[in-house]
């Protein structure tokens, strides 16, 4: 099976611009989880989507969305840039066994520079 | 609130030894553990699991054990080798919300 897919690889923006992240999932899989990376803070995360509905948030500001299509295809959108949003971005794929998430997957990441 | 914690953010081990690395977590709802190995400019890699009801997972040279009375989590390489030389990181599914939480990440150095 395909991994998981994002693009685009690296994108460099400057403040106040947005900026729209995409994610291919594992074949199969339906449930497509988004996160931050971040020096010394870890894997933050942002939201999860299952099914075209965003199912779990994290504390991040409305700046930050997502959706998810009908081919579990997901999308992630930053508005207003802020210097601080610079970061590697991570998407990963997990199936569904009842109503746990499985294991998951993870992409290559979007690395993002705000300037 | 970091509800996993790595309180450990770098080891250094030599070449054939054993490699432990260590997770703490505060949440008694996870139900299922995992570790991921990262290398730079790669997405995190799944390593090896463990629920719960466990507390010991072996998958060749990585066995992961599991005590939940101290609420801890540990990574076992043995050997180790050079090419393990990357960043780990310790998560967990809450039972509940269905949502992975991970921890900041160990890194590790294998020296040859």
């Known amino acids: 099976k395909a991994g998981v897919t994002q693009t685009p690889r690296y994108l460099i923006k400057t403040r106040g611009q947005q900026v729209t992240l995409s994610c291919s999932p594992i074949?199969?899989?339906?449930?497509v989880s988004w996160y931050q990376q971040t020096p010394g803070q870890g894997l933050q995360f942002l939201f999860e989507y299952f099914s075209e509905t965003q199912r779990n948030k994290g504390n991040f500001p409305g700046r930050f969305s997502g959706r998810q299509f009908s081919n579990s295809r997901s999308e992630m959108n930053v508005s207003t840039l802020e210097l601080g949003d610079s970061a590697l971005y991570l998407c990963?794929?997990?199936?569904?066994?009842?109503?746990?998430?499985?294991?998951?997957?993870f992409g290559p990441g979007t690395r993002l520079l705000v300037l | 609130d970091q509800q996993v914690k790595q309180n450990s953010p770098s080891l250094s081990v030599q070449e054939g030894r054993i490699s432990i690395l260590n997770c703490d977590y505060t949440n008694s709802m996870f139900d299922y553990f995992l570790w991921y190995k990262k290398y730079p400019a790669e997405g995190p890699t799944f390593l090896i699991s463990?629920?719960?009801?466990?507390d010991k997972n072996e998958d060749g040279r990585f066995t992961v054990f599991l005590n939940k009375s101290a609420k801890h989590l540990s990574l076992h390489i043995v050997p180790s080798q050079p090419g393990d030389s990357a960043v780990y990181f310790c998560?967990?599914?809450?039972?509940?919300?269905?949502?992975?939480?991970f921890g900041t990440g160990t890194s590790l150095t294998v020296i040859p």
């Open positions: 074949s199969g899989h339906r449930s």
């Open positions: 463990i629920s719960s009801i466990k």
């Open positions: 998560a967990a599914r809450r039972n509940t919300g269905n949502q992975f939480y």
């Open positions: 990963a794929s997990s199936g569904i066994t009842g109503k746990y998430q499985e294991t998951q997957y």
